[in-house]
């Protein structure tokens, strides 16, 4: 079968996962991306091994990013920063950590099962360990162990720097810790360009944007423009919409409408200075959007630790939510979003949501209050298709014949959605009717220094620190 021309829009999670598995099964791909570097935009951190970071979403969906999130850890092993989450009930929240537990039984129960059907999905640990419990009483005898000085190698071992440094009258007991590993975004994005860049099936044009496209003989022509001025015109027989938050544009070249959702958010880099090495991340469950809403502390090398708070003041923004219209299916941020999105920070907003983002956090950590501002925020804008702003599980739809929307909310459900993609163009008579496989060779034959090597590059680049693109556990 001759195989179709396929052309992304867009080199975020799920552009590149989509170029990745189609190259591999012998689709012509045209990947623009208007950045310089790929995998930019809102900041992930980690998998959501079963979503308990979020208490309010169903079960199904919980067991859908499980089984995402280990579809994912295989795709992409060496972005896998393998080190367990902490989740704590604050003594000021309404919740418990027992209204946790029949949720966790059923994920450990849905983890084994995957394990036993393909031992290779077992990227979590073994399933009898996906989560433990621990009481104030064993918190405190941890408190008095000595450090690990090499990566920890059970879960006692984790909790030790935990356990010297948390304020145990600010949480409620057990805490949980649960084996939802992190992921490193600046690694995603200099492996995605290594592998693609060896694929003889993909043109990768980065600092390009499209900026038209319409259709034509059964499929679509997108004109385009580079960085330097140049233009030009692309022909595809499929077209992939994976443009983000921007993703509304796309359908409005195309007279598409649909309902949508983006949501502008941030994520914080600071720097503590004599904070132990191996820290897991910890989770302080709390209500979205209020003063006390979630707290999340994300370790990475070098001390330096991301830091979400979801309240307004710190990871959310006053009017940081917007809806498409009847005339647009772009939703429309308010300009400064869009400023920031474009030219970065000013130096005054960083610096003071960083802080506020560092005394939250310090409320259950009191040493943390030592912290400083380690960097600029990682941010960006969240698409949400439809008009629940608590969806986290969507993949991909398909509006119109040859046309793909990418749709994920988290980037775990990005294989789900080059699974789909790769169905539709079958069906279309583009590719063979195979589906991509769980390891891909561009990328299992990526070597780590390399990748090391442009992840560092491109964390200097877009101004982090270069230790942030190191793997916290080596």
Request: aromatic share 8%.
């Amino acid at each position: 079968m001759e195989k179709g021309h396929v052309a992304i829009v867009g080199g975020g999670v799920a552009g590149v996962t989509a170029a990745l598995a189609l190259g591999t099964l012998g689709v012509r791909v045209t990947l623009f991306e208007k950045g310089a570097s790929l995998v930019g935009g809102p900041p992930f951190c980690h998998l959501h091994a079963g979503g308990n970071l979020y208490r309010e979403i169903s079960d199904d969906q919980c067991v859908a990013l499980l089984r995402q999130s280990v579809e994912f850890a295989r795709l992409y092993p060496f972005v896998v920063d393998r080190r367990p989450t902490v989740i704590a009930v604050p003594t000021r929240d309404e919740g418990s950590p027992e209204a946790l537990l029949p949720r966790l039984a059923l994920l450990r129960d849905e983890y084994a099962k995957l394990v036993a059907a393909d031992p290779a999905n077992e990227v979590l640990g073994p399933p009898e360990g996906y989560f433990r419990l621990f009481d104030e009483a064993k918190l405190r005898e941890l408190a008095e162990r000595p450090l690990a000085s090499s990566p920890p190698e059970n879960a006692e071992a984790w909790m030790v720097p935990a356990a010297k440094r948390l304020d145990v009258s600010k949480v409620k007991f057990p805490l949980i810790l649960v084996q939802e590993y992190g992921l490193n975004m600046f690694r995603l994005a200099a492996g995605a360009k290594l592998a693609l860049e060896a694929m003889e099936e993909v043109d990768l044009r980065l600092e390009t944007s499209v900026t038209g496209i319409e259709p034509a003989h059964g499929g679509y022509r997108l004109a385009w423009r580079g960085r330097g001025g140049e233009s030009g015109i692309c022909e595809a027989d499929y077209l992939i919409n994976a443009a983000g938050f921007l993703t509304g544009s796309i359908d409005d070249m195309l007279g598409i409408r649909e309902k949508r959702m983006v949501e502008f958010k941030a994520a914080y880099t600071s720097l503590w200075r004599d904070r132990e090495r191996f820290w897991p991340e910890v989770i302080f469950h709390g209500k979205r959007g209020t003063p006390r809403g979630m707290g999340q502390f994300t370790p990475y090398a070098g001390g330096y630790v991301q830091l979400h708070g979801m309240t307004k003041e710190i990871t959310l923004f006053e009017n940081g939510l917007a809806a498409s219209t009847e005339e647009s299916s772009q939703p429309r941020l308010p300009e400064t979003f869009l400023e920031w999105i474009e030219k970065g920070w000013p130096e005054e907003v960083i610096c003071e949501r960083t802080r506020r983002a560092i005394d939250f956090l310090a409320y259950f950590i009191p040493g943390f209050a030592e912290a400083e501002v380690g960097g600029p925020p990682l941010f960006g804008a969240q698409q949400i298709p439809g008009d629940d702003p608590e969806l986290r599980v969507a993949e991909v739809a398909f509006p119109r014949a040859r046309y793909a929307r990418c749709e994920i909310v988290k980037v775990s459900s990005a294989t789900d959605m080059a699974r789909a993609i790769a169905s539709d163009l079958a069906a279309e008579g583009l590719c063979d009717a195979a589906k991509p496989p769980a390891t891909l060779p561009a990328l299992e034959a990526l070597e780590e220094a390399a990748v090391a090597k442009e992840a560092a590059r491109i964390a200097l680049s877009r101004g982090y620190p270069e230790a942030m693109a190191s793997l916290n556990v080596g």
